[in-house]
């Protein structure tokens, strides 16, 4: 299976009108009526479907559970605290581990990367660890399916040998090679493993005990079953082919990386202060750095960034065949006021009955708009 990632998603309406607002301190986990997040999704989803959704305003959770199945043949139901596949929305991590390490003096985003993979062709002696992060690097987009076996070193080789698809910095091409290029980079300046740098650096700080490759020795049960177009079971994310450590390089530092609606939370949370980055380092990750073509997106590090009628939202999105995940939270406003969202589904596809990526753009700003409503007292 090939990757498959939609970006500059249509995240332009904005919810207007009146939403039901529940009482400070209201227990919002009984029924719909009481949670008008649950009402929204009694509505919104189809039945068959299984997945989580989680939204949030400053630091309360007004609304974290799972719905249908994380596992249909065993009858798991999905909850708040189901691992899935993060896919795409992995590159966040990535950019930050990156800032990280300029924030330690390790590198510079405008560092060419013959610094740190060796010599490199002529063609590409221009790109930067700013290029890769903004997907302006030229490379493609990736060289092989998410699950052929492929070492860190014919994957950097792959990538200096393939012929670029535009000029360093003249146009954004999203590539999920670039992203596996910067994970080696990080692994090479920091001299540890690429999940271990973010467990120690980031997860770790953030207070995220459910998020990574194979560091949390993830129980079965509690990582979600994916489902293809057919109903097929397709297994879950971490019983597929991968290394030891975790996937291969055509998936590393681009995707793969597991995580529950609860430890994004508490990324979320972590990214409105100083726990894992500097000011400096927060505003370099979140500043729209380039255009996405056909879309009102731009890309900054790792994130999109659109404007609202409620200010500037960051977002990303991660898809496969099977799944879909969607990431977002505001970037205006204070701490004590910022919302989040994220939602994820282990079966977003099933012909003809639903896709849930058509869903996307007002299921999302629905619920940062429930969230800011139901947030307040």
């Not at 790109?127 to 076996?149: A, C, K, N, P, R």
């Not at 690429?194 to 980031?202: D, P, R, W």
């Amino acid at each position: 299976m090939l990757g498959r990632i939609r970006t500059g998603a249509l995240l332009v309406a904005v919810v207007v009108g009146t939403v039901a607002c529940a009482p400070a301190g209201a227990d919002l986990s009984a029924d719909p009526a009481a949670d008008p997040v649950a009402d929204l999704l009694e509505r919104t989803l189809p039945a068959g479907p299984g997945g989580t959704v989680i939204a949030a305003h400053g630091d309360r959770i007004v609304h974290c559970d799972g719905f249908g199945l994380a596992d249909r043949e065993a009858r798991i139901a999905a909850t708040c605290d189901t691992a899935y596949d993060v896919m795409s929305i992995t590159k966040q991590f990535t950019a930050a581990a990156v800032l990280k390490l300029e924030m330690m003096g390790r590198l510079r985003v405008s560092d060419p990367i013959s610094t740190y993979v060796g010599p490199v062709p002529a063609d590409k002696q221009r790109i930067t660890l700013h290029h890769l992060l903004t997907h302006t690097s030229g490379l493609v987009e990736g060289m092989g399916d998410d699950y052929d076996v492929l070492s860190r070193d014919a994957m950097i080789a792959g990538a200096l040998a393939s012929p670029l698809v535009s000029t360093p910095g003249e146009r954004f091409h999203y590539s999920n090679l670039g992203y596996s290029v910067l994970a080696a980079i990080v692994e090479e300046v920091s001299g540890v493993g690429y999940e271990q740098f973010l467990a120690t650096h980031l997860f770790g700080p953030a207070g995220m005990t459910s998020t990574g490759y194979v560091l949390p020795q993830w129980e079965r049960e509690r990582v979600a079953v994916e489902y293809d177009p057919q109903g097929v079971d397709r297994g879950r994310p971490d019983e597929r082919p991968w290394a030891a450590d975790g996937p291969y390089w055509n998936l590393r530092g681009n995707g793969g990386i597991l995580s529950t609606a609860r430890d994004m939370f508490r990324w979320h949370r972590a990214l409105t202060d100083d726990t894992v980055l500097s000011a400096n380092a927060r505003s370099a990750l979140f500043t729209p750095h380039v255009a996405e073509p056909g879309s009102q997106e731009s890309y900054a590090y790792g994130w999109g960034i659109v404007d609202t009628d409620h200010g500037r939202v960051a977002r990303h999105d991660g898809g496969n065949d099977w799944a879909f995940a969607m990431y977002a939270r505001s970037l205006d406003s204070s701490p004590d006021d910022a919302v989040m969202s994220f939602w994820v589904s282990n079966s977003a596809y099933r012909e003809p009955d639903w896709n849930l990526e058509d869903l996307e753009p007002d299921l999302t700003l629905n619920l940062l708009d429930l969230a800011r409503a139901t947030g307040r007292p």
